[in-house]
């Protein structure tokens, strides 16, 4: 015989028997399963394989991975050179903003400053014209008995047109000037009443401009551009009025219309022969 009944066993104790047995059953099932696939029209599973290092992890290759890795890490070196001139841009850079703002600020406070000194020079003339104006008035006055009494009314404004770059003043001196006189101004008739406002009108204009000249005239000179850039300041005069008052009533010059004068805040027509509204 060539074995015996033990040598069967020992055959079956190494495992080659089970290892036989196993891989029989397992060709029996792939082949079932691939008949039935057919008739179902199913997908037919490849035979196993038997492959050597089955159920092994499997392994990747990082090597290139690592390197691309390693690159993007690798820090990026800059010529000293380079950073220096960065530097000198960026401290130039700070520079500039900061001398700009600088000019800017000074810039605007001397705009300030130069409008501080005309409303500084105005407030004078307006604290001035009670005073001496009326002097100015009795040196040339040629009208009725009387005291004369005087207001100012100075302003500055801003004018349109003016932005943060350039900005416009204009400068304007308006005052008033009466003549107080006692209840004989009353009984005149309305022609020489007219006269005599007629002719202190032309008085208070002319003290008021003498005035200016010995007290003002810096700011008679204010004729545009100033010292500081983009500030202009112009003086443009003013207007005026002129009264003459009594214990009953009072008497204001027309600057608009001839023949007629107003009295106690109303127009008055003159209607004798002379006048134009008795045409």
């Not at 290139?64 to 690798?74: F, I, M, P, V």
């Not at 000037?177 to 008085?203: C, I, P």
Request: hydrophobic share 35%; charged share 30%; with cysteine.
């Amino acid at each position: 015989m060539p074995g015996s009944h033990d040598d069967f066993f020992d055959f079956n104790h190494d495992g080659k028997l089970d290892a036989l047995e196993w891989s029989v059953k397992m060709e029996f099932y792939d082949e079932l399963s691939r008949d039935n696939s057919a008739k179902h029209n199913g997908t037919v599973r490849p035979p196993r394989k038997n492959r050597a290092g089955a159920g092994r992890p499997l392994q990747y290759k990082t090597g290139s991975r690592s390197g691309s890795n390693a690159a993007q890490k690798e820090k990026v070196e800059i010529d000293p050179a380079v950073w220096i001139a960065l530097k000198i841009a960026l401290a130039f850079g700070c520079f500039l903003i900061l001398y700009f703002a600088i000019a800017r600020v000074r810039l605007d406070l001397n705009k300030k400053a130069e409008v501080k000194k005309v409303e500084s020079r105005l407030e004078e003339y307006k604290e001035m014209v009670p005073e001496k104006l009326p002097k100015y008035c009795e040196e040339r006055g040629t009208g009725p008995d009387g005291t004369y009494a005087a207001k100012g009314f100075p302003e500055i404004t801003l004018a349109p047109g003016s932005g943060s770059k350039y900005q416009f003043y204009r400068v304007k001196l308006d005052y008033e000037v009466t003549l107080q006189a006692d209840e004989y101004f009353d009984s005149l008739d309305d022609r020489a009443k007219y006269n005599y406002l007629g002719a202190l009108y032309q008085t208070a204009g002319e003290a008021h401009a003498a005035f200016l000249h010995e007290s003002f005239s810096d700011l008679m000179d204010l004729h545009g551009w100033t010292p500081v850039e983009g500030l202009s300041i112009t003086y443009e005069g003013g207007e005026y009025e002129v009264y003459i008052e009594t214990p009953a009533h009072r008497y204001q010059y027309s600057r608009m219309y001839d023949d007629l004068f107003i009295l106690d805040g109303e127009s008055y027509f003159l209607m004798d022969e002379g006048s134009r509204w008795k045409k």
